[in-house]
DNA sequence: CGGTTTTGACCCGCGC
DNA sequence: GCGCGGGTCAAAACCG
């Protein structure tokens, strides 16, 4: 049953964009000896807090205008509304018409909001690619000019970016596989922006479903499908393009040192192959997520070959199911990093490239955290190393982690401010749980690049989703030992 | 008994 | 065509 239907769905769901991250955890000492963990929970402590936090960090870190945040916000507090409400059956029908009458101009409020947001997004990505053009032309001139004169390798270097700025405009001057990557990358995230919308949508109907009276009952109705409609108009622009067939995939990985085999990152993962490494003693396992049953996400784990206290973990494909708020976090960051990836923006951005692009990392960071963007084939990788940072994480037992920590990562300009609130968390030692909020920070440092948009989006679209859930689900950790 | 892990087989793209 | 390496399949074993 299970292959059957992971085979179809295999055929038919892999044209998903796809992200990996490849975490490793955090060594934990006490007294100086080594702590061996089999499976790193790294959301343990602060699970509940942190989930409820997480959304609104997030947005913070993207420095997205309020909006967004405001939506989801509103729509929690006008949930926990209702659920007041019902605890006074007395004051019936006028508190519950006026909470109504509230709670229908906050809808339309929130309506409007998402209006904008889009609208926003979308100037967003019109100056962002107008920027472009204008940065290809000139590149392009220089490049001509630079013709006759200058070093071969540099020519190469050229050749290689251009093409990738113009993937990041979107303009297809030839056919080219990134191109076609690029533009369903972005088709599919503006699909699950809609979902989202879509299912946010939902919910807020049901529950007004369950307190007003017909008559209203019918005009929200009304208003709801016509957004709905309008909703699902844009919907089918994006699925017909959605075809197209996904050649690239991008990864997202990340480097952490740990003693465990597994990461905890909130998902349930069903290992389905176990490999030797080419260059390393270590075997390498993939996994698939088995969280939802066509969800085609994957990761692959895997020790570092130089440092075999380093664990890779890389993730690649969009979770298509609700995630528990600490998946969410990961999956989020994950996405939004891929996208930053795919949108190329890192390597046509100011000096942070490298002149060989087949070997080619971006820095994005100075500080011990750094996310490395590479552009070596097959696929587009977006590295976060947490490696050193993890190194210092003695304090283990230190239990009472500074508010400050929290602080930073709540500031809502974080995204510029990245380097110096990811050392703070890491140097004040907030145990290991804190990984999420690293990867995070890693993950603002990448979007506070001036072409976030599409990371922007994709980020906002998996918070926006899954508003509650609480799932928390972690397969058992692997063995190594076998390969082929 | 259903889901997960194990593990050899298989597939596929690539360079020769 | 062949071998190789990366990746996946799937039957059997395993496990709660
Ligand atoms: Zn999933």
Same mark, same amino acid.
């Given at each position: 049953m299970y292959k059957k239907l992971t085979s179809k769905m295999e055929a !038919?769901? =892999? #044209?998903i964009s796809n992200v990996a991250v490849t975490q490793s955890s955090p060594t934990m000492s006490f007294n100086g000896k080594r702590l061996v963990v089999d499976e790193i929970d790294f959301f343990a402590e602060k699970k509940k807090k942190k989930s409820e936090v997480d959304d609104q960090m997030v947005h913070h870190q993207m420095e997205l205008p309020n909006t967004s945040l405001d939506l989801l916000i509103t729509n929690s507090t006008s949930t926990s509304n209702r659920s007041n409400m019902e605890e006074e059956p007395s004051k019936a029908k006028d508190n519950t018409r006026n909470k109504f009458v509230a709670m229908l101009s906050e809808l339309q409020q929130m309506n409007a909001e998402n209006r904008r947001l889009r609208e926003l997004v979308h100037n967003l990505n019109n100056k962002y690619n107008a920027l472009h053009k204008d940065l290809m032309k000139l590149t392009h001139k220089q490049h001509e000019n630079e013709i006759n004169g200058a070093i071969k390798e540099n020519d190469k270097r050229d050749d290689m970016i251009i093409p990738r700025s113009l993937l990041d405009i979107g303009i297809a001057t030839k056919e080219d596989p990134s191109q076609q990557h690029y533009s369903e990358r972005k088709l599919q995230e503006s699909k699950n922006i809609i979902d989202k919308l879509d299912s946010g949508k939902d919910s807020e109907k049901s529950m007004v479903d369950q307190h007003e009276s017909p008559a209203d009952h019918k005009a929200l109705w009304g208003w709801i499908s016509t957004e709905a409609t309008r909703l699902s108009s844009l919907r089918d622009v994006d699925q017909a393009s959605e075809t197209m067939s996904m050649i690239k995939k991008a990864r997202v990985s990340v480097r952490a040192r740990t003693d465990s085999s597994m990461i905890s990152d909130g998902c349930q993962w069903r290992k389905y192959g176990q490999k030797m490494a080419k260059g390393n003693p270590c075997p390498r396992s993939y996994y698939r997520c088995s969280m939802g049953t066509a969800c085609t996400v994957r990761k692959q784990v895997q020790r570092s @070959?130089? #440092? +075999? &206290?380093v664990l890779i973990t890389t993730y690649e494909g969009q979770h298509n199911h609700v995630l528990s708020p600490t998946a969410r976090a990961m999956a989020s960051t994950t996405s939004a990093a891929a996208s930053m990836l795919l949108s190329g923006s890192m390597l046509s951005s100011d000096g942070l490239i490298h002149p060989n692009i087949l070997e080619s990392t971006a820095a994005l960071s100075c500080s011990q955290n750094t996310a490395t963007l590479s552009a070596s084939a097959p696929f587009p990788t977006i590295t976060l190393d947490l490696t050193q940072s993890a !190194? =210092? =994480? &003695? &304090? +283990? %037992? %230190? +239990?009472? @982690?500074? +508010?400050d920590n929290q602080h930073s990562l709540l500031s809502p300009v974080l995204a510029q401010k990245f380097m110096s609130s990811a050392t703070n968390i890491f140097d004040q030692g907030t145990e290991t749980a804190s990984f999420v909020d690293t990867v995070n920070a890693a993950t603002a440092a990448i979007t506070a690049d001036p072409k976030f948009s599409a990371a922007l989006m994709a980020a906002v679209t998996s918070i926006i989703g899954s508003s509650h859930s609480n799932i928390n689900g972690t397969s058992g950790d692997i063995q190594h030992g076998n390969n082929n």
């Open positions: !038919t769901c =892999n #044209d @070959a130089e #440092d +075999q &206290s !190194t =210092n =994480n &003695s &304090s +283990q %037992l %230190l +239990q009472g @982690a500074p +508010q």
